[in-house]
C-alpha cells in the first residue's frame, strides 16, 4: 500500500508539473489571460497530495525489523551490554564498600518533586482540555450567528486564545519549574508536556478555523466534537484531524512489554551516566579549560552521546508512542522512518521524528510560504531550523537550568550546513558513513559541553548574579575559582 501510495503520488506530481508547463492554448478576450510563472507554482503546490491528510495503517519500523533474527540478535547486544554496566556497578561498589550498593541516587535526584510535576502536569492536561476548545466553539457560533461585527469578535477570541497559550500553558509551567528549582528530569517531563500541549491546541485551532470561514458563507457544516478533541489531545499525533484510523482491539500485553521497555532504557540511561559520564567530568571540571581538555572530553564523550541517543529514540519515539497507540487503538503508527539509512541529513531531519516534522512542514514552513505568497522557500527553511533550535534549546536551558546554547549552535550553524551539503542527491554507503559520523560526533559535543557545564555551575556558583553573568558560562572562568579553592584547601 505504500509503494502503490508513493508511485500514485509521484505520477500525480509529474502530471501536474507537466500539465502546468504547457503552453495555454489562445483564449477569447472575455476569458482570463495566460498564467504566470508565480501561478503555475500556486497552482503546483495547492494541487499537490497532502501526507497528513490521509493516515494509514502503519506499523513502526522496528517491529517489522525485531522480526528479522539478525536484527534482534543487534537488541539482545544492547541487552547484554545493560547486564555488564550492571555488574561492572556492583563489582567496583563491593571493591569500595565491601557490600552491595543498590541504591539510585541520582534517580532520586532527577525525579525530585514528583508530586508538584504531576500536580502540574493536571493542570495542563484539564486546562488544555477546556480554554481553547470553548474559546474555540464560541467563536465559531458568533461567526455562523446572525450576530454582527464578526471580525471584532475573531480578534477578541484571538487575543483571548494567544493570552492562554503564553500565560496558561507558556509562563505557568516555566515559573513553577523555575521558581522551584525542578531537577533536570522532572522539568523535562514539565516542559515537554507544555511544548505537546502548545503544539496541540495550535494545530486543533489552525485546522479548524478555515472549516469554521468556509461554513459560515456556505451556511452548513459541522464543528467538532469535544470526544473528537480530547481523543486527539492525548493521541500520539500533532496533526488535528475528526477521525484517525483505529485498531479493534488492544494488547495490554504490548502495552506492559513497551512501558518495560522504557523503564529498562531509564535505568540503562542511569548506568551510562554513572560509569562512562560522572566519572570523567567530575575530575575533568578540575582542571584549566582549554583545547586539549575540551578535545579529549568530546571524544570520550562520544560512546556515552551515541547510547543516549539510541536510548532516546527507542524509549521516547517507539515504546512511548507506541504504548500509547495502542491503549487509544491509534493505528497509524509511522512516528519516525528508516533515518538510519539516510545518506543526507536532509532525509534525517524529515524521518527521524516524523510526528515533529509533520507539524513544522504544515503550521511552520508550510504557512509561511503562503503568507509569502509562495515564495523565498529559502527562508522558510531557515525559519523551520530557528524555531526548532530555539525550542531545543529552550528546553534544555529550563532542564539543566543554566543557559549555554550548544544545541542552539549546532542546529543553526552545522545542522543548516549538512542540510545542503549532505543533500538527498548523495547516495551511497559513504554519504551514509559520514552521516552517522557527523552526528556522533555532534553527540559527543554536547554531552562534553553540557556536563562540563553543569559541573561547573556547582563548583562556581555565581555570588553577585547579573544578566551578562547569566549568560555567559561558567565552563570558560570556572578553573580560576577552582584554583583558589585548592589553594585554600591545600593552606
Known sequence: IRQFDSHVSELVDSLIEESVSLEPTPLPA???????????????????PQRPQVLLFNSSDLIELFEVNHIRTIYHMFIALLILFILSTLVVD?????????DFDLLVYVFG??????????????????????????????????????????????SAFLLYQAVGLGFLPTYVAVSNSLPPASSFIVILEQVRLMMKTHSFVREN??????????????????????????????????????NPLIRWGYVATKLLQVLGCL??????????CIPQFRSISLQ?????????????????????????????????????????????????????????????????????????????????LLMSGMRFRAAAMFFVFTVSAVVHEYILAICFGFFYPVLFCLFMCFGMMFNFILHDRRRGPIWNVIMWTSLFLGQGVIICLYCQEWYAQRYCPITEPSFLELLKPRSWSCHRQKDGMAESQGM
Open 30 to 48: 472575455n476569458f482570463s489571460p495566460s498564467m504566470s510563472d508565480k501561478e503555475r507554482s500556486k497552482l503546483r503546490y495547492c494541487l499537490r
Open 94 to 102: 563491593f571493591i569500595d564498600e565491601g557490600r552491595l550498593v543498590l
Open 113 to 158: 518533586q514528583f508530586p508538584l510535576v504531576v500536580c502540574t502536569w493536571i493542570y495542563m492536561c484539564v486546562s488544555a482540555s477546556l480554554v481553547p476548545f470553548m474559546l474555540f466553539q464560541t467563536w465559531a457560533q458568533s461567526q455562523c450567528g446572525s450576530g454582527g461585527h464578526p471580525r471584532l469578535w475573531s480578534l477578541l477570541y484571538g
Open 209 to 246: 478555523v478555515p472549516r469554521v470561514l468556509s461554513a459560515a458563507k456556505e451556511k452548513n457544516g459541522m464543528l467538532p466534537h469535544i470526544n473528537q478533541y480530547l481523543y486527539f489531545l492525548f493521541a500520539p499525533t500533532l496533526i488535528y484531524r475528526d477521525h484517525y484510523p483505529r
Open 267 to 276: 535505568f540503562y540511561a542511569y548506568y551510562v551516566f554513572v560509569r562512562l
Open 288 to 368: 584549566l579549560f582549554d583545547l586539549r581538555s575540551l578535545v579529549l572530553g568530546v571524544f570520550n564523550s562520544i560512546l556515552p552521546g551515541a547510547l543516549v541517543l539510541f536510548l532516546a529514540f527507542f524509549a521516547l519515539l517507539h515504546c512511548w508512542l507506541n504504548a500509547f497507540a495502542e491503549m487509544l487503538r491509534f493505528a497509524d503508527r509511522m512516528f519516525y522512518k528508516d533515518w538510519w539509512n539516510s545518506t543526507s541529513f536532509a532525509n534525517y531531519y524529515r524521518t527521524w521524528n516524523v510526528v515533529v516534522h509533520d507539524w513544522l512542514y504544515y503550521y511552520v514552513y508550510r504557512d509561511f
